[in-house]
């Protein structure tokens, strides 16, 4: 393809420790193939990043749609130089983000009949998404039926809450959905704690290819799992 996509989601584990003051709460992740179904979640006792318990998070699961453009410009911007602009330079954060989260991208990969987003909101706020697409597989995926997840996308203030776990089985549910048996990725090299979030969710490396941050050749871990 001419182009590389990336995956950023970092995550926290469940945790199974719980205080007086917060009473044993059983989380269900449940995908309806429905394309107009909203999907509710109500997430308790997750561990964050300091080794804590957070507060329980609710939030919706929704497809994007063509009104999505600006929110997923702005919130696709706003998350990936979370998590990549401390280590890559200004000039080649600001090349990427104005070629891959320009309102007319965003519109133009919302109109793909090729793509789906999925959009995790909580209180009517967008706190994270997946976009999956099919059709272009890179090189030493071997997997059969596969569709790659082009982005996992979770807000700096909503990490470690469950969003990147739910939209992780959201997208699993659409990619069975629309017959596919293998779901592919790309992550960078130097983002272990995501490459750990995804072993967890059984991707196993595959191979590597190269991912232009504007002016930088970076190297992409190519990862894939079964989802038959």
Not at 38 to 47: G, I, K, M, N, Y
Not at 140 to 162: A, Q
Request: aromatic share 8%; with cysteine; charged share 20%.
């Amino acid at each position: 393809p001419a182009s590389h996509l990336r995956s950023v989601v970092e995550s926290s584990s469940f945790s199974s420790r719980r205080s007086k003051a917060q009473p044993e709460l059983l989380t269900c992740v449940v995908y309806n193939s429905c394309q107009s179904c909203q999907l509710s979640f109500t997430l308790a006792a997750v561990r964050n990043s300091s080794n804590t318990l957070s507060s329980p998070l609710s939030f919706k699961i929704r497809r994007g749609n063509a009104d999505d453009a600006d929110l997923l410009a702005e919130l696709g911007a706003r998350t990936f130089s979370e998590a990549f602009a401390a280590e890559n330079t200004h000039e080649d954060m600001t090349a990427y983000l104005a070629s891959s989260f320009s309102l007319e991208k965003q519109t133009e990969e919302l109109a793909d009949p090729h793509s789906v987003f999925l959009i995790a909101e909580t209180d009517g706020v967008a706190v994270g998404y997946a976009m999956l697409r099919w059709g272009e597989v890179e090189n030493g995926i071997t997997g059969d039926k596969p569709v790659e997840l082009v982005r996992l996308y979770v807000s700096r203030e909503s990490l470690g809450r469950g969003v990147g776990a739910a939209l992780m089985q959201a997208g699993i549910g659409e990619a069975k959905r629309q017959g596919y048996e293998t779901l592919w990725l790309g992550v960078w090299e130097h983002n272990s704690r995501a490459q750990a979030f995804y072993r967890k969710w059984n991707f196993h490396e595959v191979g590597t290819h190269v991912f232009h941050l504007g002016e930088d050749p970076q190297t992409d871990i190519l990862m894939q799992r079964s989802i038959a």
